[in-house]
């Protein structure tokens, strides 16, 4: 709280690498909270929406560039002549990725400025499965690294899923996680 500049994306940034560790193959779910509060009093700690949606922003490029590592792994099948590019290539893809987070702050921001509590968690929750579900069909779709999906392990918690989907999933998981911000 009360960061500025640079140092407010840095950790921004690092508060997503933190959440990507509860998806596969890592699985430490318990990771969404630190991350989730972080990302909660960063978009409520925000000066403008512009700070807000750099908040996000960076949140999702740490979030994507470290979930979606994988893709590099097509780059190393002639590496001695796309090795290079693996990089880039995960980097521009989580930047990309990453405006649908930004969009779920700024939104959250704009429609929670006047709630408290219980109140932004939930505001903040609903736009972030809002944005989720916007990015699994917008321009052909990329649904991959969905919250819901962090429980893959456990057949306990996917059951719930078979009711309401992975994005109900992720509703839960998020609210869960970010509660204690309040």
Known sequence: KGQKGGRRWVLAFFLGIIGAGAMAPVHAVFLL????IGLIWLTYDSSCLREAFNAGWFFGLGHF???????ANAFFVQSDRFGWMAPF???ALA??????????VVASRVLGRRSSGVGR???FSAMWVFFEWVRSWIFTGFPWNLIGSVWTFSDAMIQFAAFSGVYGLSLMSIMVAA????
């Open 33 to 36: 909270i630190p991350s989730m």
């Open 65 to 71: 560039a470290l979930g979606l590592y994988w893709v």
């Open 89 to 91: 290539a995960v980097f």
């Open 95 to 104: 930047g990309l990725l990453a405006f649908f987070p930004a969009m779920s």
């Open 121 to 123: 968690v939930l505001v």
């Open 179 to 182: 509660m204690p911000a309040i």
